[in-house]
T-cell receptor
Framework: AQRVTQPEKLLSVFKGAPVELKCNYS??????LFWYVQYSRQRLQLLLR??SRESIKGFTADLNKGETSFHLKKPFAQEEDSAMYYC?????????????FGKGTRLSVIA | DSGVTQTPKHLITATGQRVTLRCSPR?????VYWYQQSLDQGLQFLIQ???????AKGNILERFSAQQFPDLHSELNLSSLELGDSALYFC????????????FGEGSWLTVV
């Protein structure tokens, strides 16, 4: 079964410190992975998708198939980064299928 | 703005009642998804429709049902409501070939009292 694990419910860092939000997945095929961000119970916004290898708001994430991980990183945290972050995997591994979400990690950036 | 529109934004209703949540997907998107977000369960996938037909089913209760209409908008019907159904209900849409990205609406806050 496909599964996404975000081991940390809450992560607190100081402004300017590096951030790493962990995500591990369980999927037997080729995964399609995403990071979504949610500010104050608003809608989920796409942050990153592994297929495009882009960097948004200074965040990057690399798919490590050997470790089945897709950790989200940012070298210098900003206060406006405080939000809920969800790692997600396409059910069935392909597009036009539902996303399975991890439980989320709340990032709190302290001034 | 993701282009996915949900109504109502907020809804308060009593236990045992029935409500309908409405979603208009992004222009051109054929797939609509419904998710439930609660404090204790996180984001739970409920159901997906593709071009009017049910495509995938998740943790949707029998008291809940959904449909997608010919104009591609979707409705989620919640009946015999219980206190535990209080949650934020998200609709999302996607289209094949657009990077497989799913775009979310603002959500409908349901409070059952």
């Amino acid at each position: 079964a496909q599964r996404v694990t975000q081991p940390e419910k809450l992560l607190s860092v100081f402004k300017g410190a590096p951030v790493e939000l962990k995500c591990n997945y369980s999927y037997s095929g080729s995964p399609e992975l995403f990071w979504y961000v949610q500010y104050s119970r608003q809608r989920l916004q796409l942050l990153l998708r592994h297929i495009s290898r882009e960097s948004i708001k200074g965040f990057t994430a690399d798919l490590n198939k050997g470790e089945t991980s897709f950790h989200l990183k940012k070298p210098f945290a900003q206060e406006e980064d405080s939000a809920m972050y969800y790692c997600a995997l396409h059910l069935g591994g392909s597009g036009n299928t539902p996303l399975v979400f991890g439980k989320g990690t709340r990032l709190s950036v302290i001034a | 703005d993701s282009g996915v529109t949900q109504t109502p934004k907020h809804l308060i209703t009593a236990t045992g009642q029935r409500v309908t949540l409405r979603c208009s997907p992004r222009s051109g998107d054929l797939s609509v998804y419904w998710y439930q977000q609660s404090l204790d369960q996180g984001l739970q996938f409920l159901i997906q429709y593709y071009n009017g037909e049910e495509r995938a089913k998740g943790n949707i209760l029998e008291r809940f049902s959904a449909q997608q209409f010919p104009d591609l908008h979707s409705e989620l019907n919640l009946s015999s409501l219980e206190l535990g159904d209080s949650a934020l209900y998200f609709c999302a849409s996607s289209t094949l070939g657009a990077g497989n990205t799913i775009y979310f609406g603002e959500g409908s806050w349901l409070t059952v009292v």
